[in-house]
């Protein structure tokens, strides 16, 4: 199949540090080629790939301050979906990790498109814009993502789970100890407060990991940095080569994202690394977690202080066979019925949920 | 000619307040359907023209938040650009007051299109968005307007003057009267303060009829309220109807505005009541003004002082007749040489600048 993928150009695919979506995206393009599709990869320049590269210029980020960013990316963006959406008669099909910029293109293609939905869908502009477009083929990367706009008719055609290569974390040689993990972006919604709170009530050692975003450094000095300390250590950000071994070395990952998560990717890393999670009750978490098997799935933080007395009782191969139901050949297979059914709309019903 | 005319959903056509742009538009609309034309008006529902409307809901400022206006606007207007390019065939041309939201629309359209860049050209967007699209058609507001971006390649077809229907302006009977007039937004780049202090200087009351946008409420409250009171009066805003006797009862307007006006209503609306502009050397003015005629064209606030020493050789009917130069139907017949130009291609040197 002649398949055109669309990635943002905020950061290159795969991105040389964070960027959740293009690490996915990465996986996907080079699955689908290893299965016989003929790919093309729309996406910034400095991206690597094994489909074909259409290379569009830098990735947003390395040239563009924050006010640029906001003001100016739209254009740009729009301008690439222009610029794809000519071409469309030479795809069988055009999947979009732009989210709502590609609707208005989408509707006017001969050739079908298929939207991811990367992000929260409970703002104001998703809420608004998405009902327009009634009959664009959309993909969740949760079932519980969808909630926030259940109320509207929209062409949900499948739940397709993010995955990664997580080689890596399985080969990773588990290490003894008591210590916490956390991991994510320093911000109030991903929790690392009620991550500290665990881990002093609990009289263990938390490692924090984690990118500070230019909005968040305010926060992050006046309240995360004191605590930091003693038994909470701040490792900053982590290249990817170093994330096997961080969740490896660690009795359990918390995340208390305190936000609808769309999907959270440090989840199936760290199962991949044969280590339990110990999680709030939020958005996609009890799709990707079984309570009890691969950690604890908590409705609060003394919840979560309970759950770690009862770690010895998670098998880390348990953890780790969860986590292969999120690996990349997962999501290319799924993603690949996605793809028929549009081609073949009859069988929608019957390969795609 | 079949002519569509796309207007901004943030303000009806004609606006029941402020919203310069829609002004000019509702003019352009009856003026083509007058001249013959069959004009279609995409806009807010609570327009009113002699064209055929297709009205698109509520106009956005009433009932949005500043917030909500400035994430939700951009994907209510592409999906309307979407639409009406999806019909695109009932059309001779597509005339797009959406200014860069449209390009990637027009670049895909068998119908030509032409843009009216309304706006300043020196934001970092549009700097960035116009040079990717060099083969649109655009029209500037004044010549000036273009040369915030005179180093790219850009096909400019024409300078079309925005035009008013004037009339009442021009039968307003003149009052007598020493006063200064000031009509604009409370903002710092249209000068407020730096007409009160040609008012002080000369010695002169000044009324100020304004706008205070909510962004500037601040600004003024601290800056310009503290100053108001004695000879200098506030009015608040003015609707349409009392315009023509504000200016009528001064015997100059005063046009501080101290950025790259793309063209500047005020100006013509002063005119055409007969009243003399005495304005700072920026933007549009010196295209709409003539120095020593009509007002007088100033490098400075002394300069300005020392003009209003000289309203006397001002010919009230000198101004009138220069603001027939910007009346609806001169803006109605440069449109129609544009549409021919965009129409029959061989006729854009013969009949467009």
Not at 8 to 20: D, F, K, M, S
Not at 125 to 149: E, F, G, H, T
Request: proline share 7%; with cysteine; glycine share 6%.
């Amino acid at each position: 199949m002649r398949i055109a993928q669309l990635a943002p150009l905020y950061e290159a695919v795969p991105p040389p540090l964070y960027g959740g979506t293009e690490r996915v995206i990465a996986g996907l393009c080079d699955g689908l080629v290893d299965a016989g599709h003929d790919v093309t990869l729309f996406a910034a320049e400095t991206s690597s790939t094994r489909a074909r590269l259409e290379p569009l210029g830098l990735p947003l980020r390395q040239r563009m301050s924050r006010h640029e960013l906001a003001e100016v990316s739209p254009h740009l963006h729009l301008k690439f979906l222009a610029d794809v959406y000519e071409r469309a008669g030479e795809f069988d099909v055009i999947h979009s990790h732009l989210d709502v910029w590609t609707l208005p293109f989408a509707e006017r293609s001969a050739t079908p498109s298929v939207l991811t939905m990367h992000g929260r869908l409970d703002t104001d502009y998703v809420q608004a814009v998405l009902p327009l477009y009634p009959d664009i083929p959309l993909v969740s990367v949760s079932d519980r993502q969808r909630d926030a706009v259940a109320r509207h008719r929209l062409r949900w055609i499948s739940t397709v789970y993010n995955g990664l290569d997580l080689g890596l974390y399985r080969e990773q040689p588990r290490r003894a100890s008591d210590d916490l993990a956390f991991l994510g972006r320093m911000s109030p919604e991903k929790g690392p407060m009620l991550a500290i709170e665990v881990a002093r009530r609990t009289g263990r050692r938390l490692k924090m990991a984690a990118k500070v975003d230019p909005t968040d450094v305010e926060w992050f000095e006046q309240v995360v940095e004191p605590e930091v300390g003693g038994d909470v250590e701040f490792l900053g950000e982590l290249d990817e080569a170093r994330k096997p071994g961080f969740f490896a070395g660690a009795a359990a990952t918390l995340f208390p994202s305190d936000w609808p998560e769309p999907f959270g990717l440090v989840m199936i890393e760290s199962l991949a690394a044969g280590t339990p999670v110990v999680a709030l009750r939020r958005g996609s978490v009890p799709e990707v977690l079984i309570d009890g098997v691969t950690g604890f799935i908590c409705d609060d933080v003394d919840e979560m202080v309970e759950a770690i007395d009862r770690l010895d009782t998670i098998d880390p191969d348990a953890c780790r066979a969860q986590a292969a139901r999120f690996d990349t050949d997962v999501m290319c297979a799924r993603y690949e019925a996605v793809y028929n059914a549009l081609v073949e709309p009859s069988a929608v019903l019957a390969d795609v949920s």
